[in-house]
C-alpha cells in the first residue's frame, strides 16, 4: 500500500486472540467487512488497512499500528477522524493513541492560523508567558461581566476569556455581552498601553457561530473561543480555514473520551484542526491528568510538524496563583497560564490578586 | 430553585468522599467556582447547581442527581450538552447516565422531523419492521456502488446507506456517486414499484455538509445519514430545524465516549436533535453492548416523550441473516434491521440472500 499513515492504538487482549483483534481493527476501520467478503484485488491492495505492527505493552495491553490508504480520507479532516477512530471508539478495549503521518499529508489541515507567534504578536508579549482568566460565574449580567473584564484588562492579564458556561443565555446575551466586554477592555488598554484581548466564547449552531464570528469582527475582537467536541471538530477547522482574522482559543468541554489519549486529541488533533491556543486540565488540580499527560499534550502543541505552526499550551483546571512557578519551570515561556476560580476567591482583592499573577507570571518567565 | 432539570451521573467514590464529589460536580457544571467566591445570592439561588440525590450502588459506585437550572441552558442544544457534560467528561471518575427534563422544556428541541411514522409512510410499509443495508466497501467507483443499490433495490431492502466510510474519496466523489446511486434506486423502484431510499452519507465541513444537504434535495434524495459527533451534534439539529424535507438517519461513528451511557447519548440526545432512526451497536456482533443496554437504547428512542416523536432503532454491527427473528422477537416491530457484511459474504449470490432478508423481516414481522 503506497501513500499510507499509520495509527496507533492500546488494544486489552490475551496474547492469543491479538492477532485476530488487530485484524478486526484493521477490517472495521477501512472496509467495514468480513476479508472473505472483499473480492477486488484493487481494493484488497489498495484500501485494506494493513496491521503493521503489534507489541505488548503489558497486563495483557498492546500496542497495535495499523497502517491507512490516505485515499479513504479523502484529504478531508472530519473523514480523516471517521478513519481513525470512527467505529473503533465504540470498542471499550481500544484506546486511540498516535496517528502518525507523511509531512505532505498536514496539507490536508489548516493548522493554527495564528498560532505561538501570531499570539504573542496579538498581545505584544514577544518572549514571557501568557496570563489569561475567565469571565464568571454564568448568572451574572453583561454589565457586571464587563466590569469584570475592565478590571482584568487593568491588571494587565493579555486573554480575559467568557467561561465556557457563557452562551446565549438571557441574564447575559452574546450581542449585549460581546459588545460591552470589549468595550470595557480598549477602554483599559487605552488607558494602560496594553493590547488585552476580550475573548467571546462562541456556541450554537454552525449557522448561529457564522453570526457569533461576524459580530466579533465587527466589534473588533481579536480572539475567540470554541469548543470543538461540542460544536464540532470540522466547525473550528472551518472557521480557522476562512481566515477570520481572530486566533482561536480551544476549549476541552465534553472532550472526555478518555478513550482517546489525551495527548493525542488535544495536542494533536486540536493543533491541526486549527486551534491557535489549546486549554486543558493540568495535574494537580480539579482533573486528573499526570504530569506525563501534561507535559506529552503540551509538547504535541510546540514540537516542529512539516508546515503546521505551533499552538499556546494552556494548562488549568483549578491552577492557584501561588503556584505560577512551578507551572513556569514546568512549561516554560510557550506556554498561558489560566487561572480563574483563585482570583475570585480574593474577593475585594480581586485586582491587587489579579496584578499579583501578572507581576509573577512577567517576574517568573523572566528567570 | 425553580425551572429546573435534574441529570444523573454515576460516580466512582468512597463512601466517606462522596458528599464533596457530589457537591464539586455541581459547582462545575454551573459556575464553575468554589462555593465561596460565589458572592451573588441570586446567584447562589437561581444559577448554582444543587446535588439533589447520592445513593449508593455498590462497589464504590453512587448515583448522584444534580439539579440544574433551566436557565443555563438559554435553551439551546450545544449549551445545554455543555450543562450536562462540559467539563465533568474529562474526570474519569463520573459516567453521564441520564436527563430527566419538564416537558416545556422539550420545546428547546426540533425532535425527529419524520420519525417513525414519518419514515413507514416514505418506504410505503405503515405496519412491518424495515430492512437496511449498507454499500461497501470504500474503494469502489460510483458506477460498482450505484450497481449494488440496484441490486438492494431490486431485493426489496427499504434503505440503501452508504457505508459510513464513503464521503468524498476520490473513487467515488460525492457528487457522482449520490447521482447515480439515487438513479439506480428510482430504476429499480419503477420495476418493482416499491418506494426503496437511497441513503447518502453527509460529511464534511459545515458548509460541505450544506452543499451536499443542497445536492441531495436536488436529486430527490429523502433520507441522508449522519455521524452527529464527527460532524457536531448542533450540526444534526440545525439540520433538522431546517426542515430539509429528508429523514435523517444518525450513526454513531465516533460516538465511543463510554463514559456517556449509550441508552442516553443514542437513545435521548440523538433523538432530541433530530435524528428519524438511531444506528448502534446491537448485542452479540462485533461490539460490546449488552442486551439490557440496546433494550434500554431501543426505549428511550421510542417510548412517548412530551412532543418529540418516536425515533426508528436501528441494531447493527455484525448482524447475521440468520438472527432475523430473534432480533425482531427482541425489538417487535417498530425497529430497522440493517444486515451489511453478512449479505456481502454471499458472493455471486447476494441478491438471493438480500431477497431471503426482505422476505424474512416481513414474514417475522407478520407473526
Not at 100 to 122: C, N, S
Amino acid at each position: 500500500m503506497q501513500d499510507a499513515f499509520s495509527v496507533i492504538y492500546h488494544v486489552r487482549s490475551t496474547p492469543k486472540e491479538i492477532a485476530g483483534r488487530a485484524e478486526a481493527i484493521a477490517l472495521e476501520q477501512s472496509v467495514e467487512l468480513p476479508r472473505a467478503a472483499v473480492r477486488d484485488p484493487h481494493i484488497a491492495e489498495n484500501i485494506l488497512a494493513r496491521v503493521e505492527s503489534i507489541a505488548p505493552l503489558g497486563d495483557d495491553q498492546f500496542e497495535v499500528v495499523i497502517r491507512l490508504a490516505r485515499a479513504t480520507t479523502g484529504d478531508e479532516p472530519a473523514q480523516w477522524l471517521n478513519m481513525l477512530f470512527g467505529n473503533t471508539s465504540l470498542q471499550e478495549d481500544v484506546l486511540l493513541v498516535d496517528v502518525a503521518m507523511p509531512e505532505e499529508m498536514l496539507a490536508a489541515f489548516i493548522g493554527p492560523r495564528f498560532g505561538v507567534e501570531g499570539l504573542r504578536k496579538l498581545v505584544g508579549a514577544e518572549e514571557r508567558p501568557l496570563t489569561c482568566t475567565a469571565l464568571k460565574p454564568q448568572g451574572l449580567s453583561s454589565a457586571q461581566l464587563a466590569d469584570l473584564c475592565g478590571l482584568f484588562a487593568r491588571a494587565g492579564i493579555d486573554l480575559i476569556k467568557d467561561d465556557h458556561g457563557l452562551a446565549n443565555q438571557r441574564f447575559s446575551p452574546f450581542a449585549e455581552r460581546v459588545a460591552r466586554c470589549q468595550v470595557a477592555v480598549e477602554q483599559a488598554n487605552a488607558e494602560t498601553g496594553r493590547r488585552c484581548c476580550y475573548v467571546p466564547n462562541l456556541i450554537g449552531s454552525p449557522r448561529q457561530i457564522a453570526e457569533q464570528v461576524r459580530l466579533c469582527r465587527e466589534l473588533g475582537v481579536r480572539v475567540v473561543m470554541i469548543e470543538p467536541m461540542l460544536v464540532g471538530m470540522a466547525l473550528m477547522h472551518e472557521l480557522a480555514a476562512s481566515d477570520p482574522g481572530m486566533a482561536i482559543l480551544a476549549h476541552p468541554a465534553f472532550g472526555g473520551a478518555l478513550r482517546i489519549a489525551p495527548a493525542l486529541l488535544f495536542g494533536k488533533i486540536f493543533r491541526l484542526f486549527g486551534a491557535d491556543a489549546v486549554i486543558y486540565p493540568n495535574y494537580g488540580g480539579r482533573f486528573s491528568y499526570s504530569p506525563q499527560t501534561c507535559k506529552a499534550l503540551a509538547e504535541n502543541l510546540l514540537h516542529p510538524w512539516g508546515g503546521v505552526k505551533p499552538a499556546f499550551p494552556v494548562p488549568a483546571g483549578g491552577m492557584q496563583v501561588d503556584r505560577v512557578q512551578e507551572m513556569l519551570d514546568f512549561y516554560g515561556k510557550d506556554v498561558i497560564l489560566l487561572i480563574g476560580g483563585s482570583l475570585y476567591m480574593a474577593g475585594d482583592a480581586l485586582l491587587e490578586r489579579s496584578r499579583t499573577f501578572v507581576e509573577n507570571v512577567q517576574k517568573g518567565g523572566a528567570r
